[in-house]
């Protein structure tokens, strides 16, 4: 009768399960009966290898990268299970880090339940709301009025869809009717710029931006927020696709957020250069 694994060697096989994870190791299957139950938050229970895979793939689809800590983390080791508490960070495909430590905090509880040495069902308590978007139940939570809790989220939501390359209709969405919009510069040589009045002509923006130009690199270094108030500093490269030319500029973008849209916004970036790369 072959003998029963030992708490110590569960515990390493637990641990091996989170590297597998961080490194996007597709050995992480060798640890998991073929039955293997699966509980995540919004996705609901599956059971079996193949289901494990499809999940993994749709979160890799989401984020770029995870990260556990996993030298800080708690157990509770009772018979056949092992319950993790721990905390976790990463980074979207869109480019937004998490969590913020203000309103997303990566903190995460894992219960696994063992077959001998394998993995035969593992659920994961964690709030899948990784960046913070859900904004109307976190004032809810956090007791806010709309405003507060509403910049960085709303901030943070405009630079991920301008990442995953949202449509321009969705990325309007977050703003005010009454949007008070301008990029500085010289409109007549750079014809995507100016003034634009509403919902339809920030989307009106977007598309005549994708147009002319094609993006190449968008970097946000930092996101400084005082009450409805947020200023970003970060770094863009374009090529604007009928000159050939490159736009390379740092940025900055001052927005006003009120009662969770976009009402001011403001775009500062080297305006010569732009003008410059759109001349033949």
């Known amino acids: 009768m072959a003998a029963q694994p030992d708490s110590n060697s569960r515990l390493r096989t637990v641990q091996d399960y989170f ?11 060798e640890l998991f009966t073929d039955d293997v139950q699966l509980f995540f938050p919004k996705f609901g229970v599956s059971r079996g290898k193949a289901e494990l895979a499809r999940f993994s793939q749709r979160l890799t689809n989401y984020l770029e990268s995870i990260e556990h800590d996993i030298e800080g983390f708690r157990y509770v080791v009772s018979g056949d299970s092992i319950v993790v508490e721990g905390t976790e960070r990463g980074v979207t495909r869109a480019g937004v880090h998490w969590p913020d430590n203000e309103i997303s905090q990566g903190r995460f509880c894992n219960v696994f339940e063992f077959d001998g040495p394998l993995i035969r069902r593992v659920h994961i308590y964690v709030d899948p709301d990784f960046t913070s978007e859900d904004l109307e139940r976190i004032r809810l939570l956090r007791g806010e009025t709309a405003g507060h809790a509403d910049t960085r989220a709303i901030a943070s939501a405009y630079f991920e869809r301008l ?12 703003f005010s009717e009454d949007i008070d919009w301008d990029i500085p510069g010289d409109t007549q ?3 995507w710029i100016g003034k634009r009045k509403g919902r339809a002509g920030v989307a009106a923006f977007f598309r005549e ?12 270094r930092s996101l400084v927020v005082e009450g409805n108030e947020a200023v970003a500093l970060g770094h863009l490269e374009s090529r604007v696709k009928s000159t050939g030319k490159i736009i390379d500029s740092e940025f900055a973008l001052h927005l006003t957020i009120r009662n969770g849209l976009i009402v001011r916004y403001r775009l500062f970036e080297d305006s010569f250069a732009v003008a410059r790369a759109t001349s033949p």
């Open 19 to 29: 590297r597998k994870v961080d490194l996007r190791d597709p050995g992480i299957m």
């Open 189 to 191: 040589r750079v014809p």
């Open 209 to 220: 931006l994708r147009e002319q130009v094609e993006p190449l690199r968008f970097e946000v």
């Open 163 to 174: 990442r995953a390359g949202a449509q321009p209709d969705a990325i309007a969405s977050l």
